[in-house]
Each structure stands twice: as structure tokens, then as C-alpha cells.
């Protein structure tokens, strides 16, 4: 068994508490998101934190058959755990499997980029769509794959739930009891309300029917059946 810390006070504690409970597995301190090539191939990874982007250096030091276990993090859903198995060819597949937070991996945190909400520009409106349909794990599969870069947080309230929409460009939406508050040239609110019908009209699929294909480009997010492609992604250069 191997194990890869990057904060080395943790690295040195987790070594201390290892060795008083009896175990001696191999460790590094250093970054995870490069795996241990020395020691691989491994049939079993599993990362104890969140990524936005698998690691390809994780799915190249399976061997083929292998399984990849890890909570997934994007902008639209805070965290769902996928279980991924390698074939020979070097790409890894499976399926999601619940929903799980785990702090993300350092090297992939935003840098709180977005541009900020003007809201000299908000308009109210009524809405149809409640909000806490946005909130189980399919939907926000579904939604998260047709609207990239797109984050939802959510939060109870003496109304029901309330869900706030935001983009890079600042464009947002707000919405609780029936009521949206639009802000922006983007009108999130109609994208998220077109994404949710068309989620609906899928049969509301729950998120064990939602998969993940990662190859050396990048990743694919998939419905029922791996050439049922929703959402792809391709790696940035470097």
C-alpha cells in the first residue's frame, strides 16, 4: 500500500498515527496529482480528495483492469464520488456512485475569478421551476454537463430553498418561493429552467445512470450508455 501527502506536517502526523496503529504502508510527501510512477502499475487508486479534472498521470499508473475511485467536483454540484476501471487502450470508465464533498486538491481551486454582479441590472420575475428540484444529485449532473462553468450554491430558508446561479461574466439569478431575481446580459434563470424540462423529458434519471470516460484529452459525460455523450471537455495545454 502507498500513500502521497502534499502538507508535510500532515504527512510527518499521518506517519506517527500509522505507526502507533500497527500499519507501515509506503509514503511520500509531495503532490498526489502525479501519482507514484516508480511504483505503479497499481490496481486499486483512491483519492481522498476532491478534483475538478482527473489527473491521466492516475489512470496511466493503473494497470489495465484497475479501478479509480475519487469524488468528482464541478462548478453546478459540490461533489460525487465515480468509480472508474481502466481498459488496455488507456482509458478509464464507470459510473457515478452518490454524492460525497471532500476538499479539492489544491492545484485545481478556482482563483475566484468571476466578475462581479452588477445589480443595477436586476430584474424580478416569477418562476414555475422550485428550486429544490435542482438540488438531487441527477439533476445537477444534468444541468451541470449542459451549463459549463456555470456554479450553483443553495441554502434553506423560512420559504423553502433558495439557489443562487452564477457565471464568469457576471451574469447571475436568485431564486426561492416562486420568485427569480435575474442579474446580467445571460439570462441563467431560462438556461437552468430549459436544462431542467429537458432533464424532465429524460425520465429525471438518477445519478447512477450518469457515467464519466477520461482519456489522455480530457473528459466525456454520459447518459445511460458511454456513446450517449452529454457533456465534453477537453484539457488545457501545459
Not at 33 to 58: K, L, M, N, Q
Not at 114 to 120: H, I, K, L, N, R
Amino acid at each position: 500500500m502507498h500513500s502521497i501527502e502534499l502538507d508535510p506536517s500532515l504527512a510527518r502526523l499521518a506517519a506517527q498515527n500509522l505507526a502507533r496503529a500497527g500499519h507501515a504502508p509506503r509514503l511520500r510527501q509531495g503532490d498526489g496529482g502525479r501519482g507514484w510512477p516508480e511504483a505503479a502499475p497499481f490496481d486499486r487508486i483512491v483519492s481522498t480528495c476532491a478534483v475538478r479534472r482527473v489527473p491521466y498521470a492516475w489512470v496511466g499508473q493503473l494497470r489495465p483492469g484497475g479501478r479509480l475511485v475519487l469524488p468528482l467536483h464541478r462548478e453546478f454540484w459540490s461533489g460525487a464520488v465515480v468509480a472508474l476501471v481502466r481498459s488496455p487502450d488507456g482509458t478509464a470508465q464507470g459510473r457515478f456512485h452518490g454524492g460525497a464533498s471532500y476538499m479539492l486538491m489544491r492545484d485545481q481551486r478556482g482563483d475566484g475569478g468571476e466578475a462581479d454582479v452588477d445589480s443595477s441590472t436586476a430584474r424580478a420575475s416569477a418562476t414555475d421551476l422550485d428550486p429544490a428540484a435542482l438540488l438531487s444529485l441527477g439533476a445537477a449532473l444534468y444541468l451541470g454537463a449542459r451549463l459549463p462553468g456555470v456554479s450553483l450554491q443553495h441554502a434553506g430558508t423560512e420559504d423553502g430553498v433558495r439557489v443562487w446561479a452564477r457565471a464568469a461574466d457576471g451574469s447571475a439569478a436568485t431564486a426561492a418561493a416562486g420568485e427569480v431575481v435575474r442579474y446580467g446580459v445571460r439570462d441563467l434563470w431560462s438556461e437552468i429552467e430549459a436544462g431542467h424540462r429537458a432533464y424532465v423529458r429524460e425520465g429525471a434519471p438518477t445519478s447512477d445512470a450518469f457515467g464519466l470516460t477520461v482519456t489522455a484529452e480530457g473528459h466525456e459525460v454520459w447518459l445511460h450508455d458511454p456513446r450517449n455523450t452529454i457533456a465534453r471537455e477537453f484539457r488545457p495545454e501545459g
